[in-house]
């Protein structure tokens, strides 16, 4: 099975709503980050798709994460970003994330200037000539339900 096949069966265990906003997500993000390396990570808590310059995870400069009941958009360094317009969320060392109500966020001017100050923060930066990958980092056996939990 190719990366790609295997994206797409985890992005299949979500609600159609989330699996959705997720490819949309990811696809305006591989706009705005041409030349990444897309690291997946089918973790225990979340589904992670992480945009660095190689496969070392340490580099990765953003994730969208998937949950059950909504996506975000994770800045791996974005304890340091400046955030005039109070977009960030986050109280960590170092994450900070934005709630994604739809794939437009991303266009949004002060999201696209986070991006764009993350980008140029990064520890390595992102090479827009490299072809972009896919690769799967990890696969957890023991995982929560990707579905809301009907309670």
Do not use: C
Not at 4 to 15: R, S, V
Request: net charge positive; charged share 30%; proline share 7%.
């Amino acid at each position: 099975m190719t990366a790609t096949e295997q994206w797409k069966k985890f992005l299949a265990k979500y609600d159609d709503g989330i699996a959705a906003l997720a490819r949309s997500a990811v696809t305006k993000l591989r706009k705005q980050v041409p030349g990444a390396t897309e690291m997946v990570y089918d973790n225990y808590n979340a589904l992670v798709i992480g945009f660095g310059p190689s496969e070392k995870p340490s580099l990765v400069v953003f994730s969208i994460v998937l949950y059950p009941r909504y996506v975000s958009l994770a800045f791996l360094q974005g304890a340091g970003l400046p955030d005039p317009a109070k977009r960030l969320h986050g109280e960590g060392k170092l994450v900070r994330g934005v709630r994604l109500t739809t794939a437009d966020v991303l266009d949004e001017p002060e999201i696209r200037e986070l991006i764009t100050v993350a980008k140029e923060r990064a520890k390595v930066r992102i090479d827009p000539k490299m072809k972009r990958r896919l690769i799967i980092k990890s696969i957890s056996k023991k995982q929560r339900p990707r579905r809301p939990v009907k309670r």
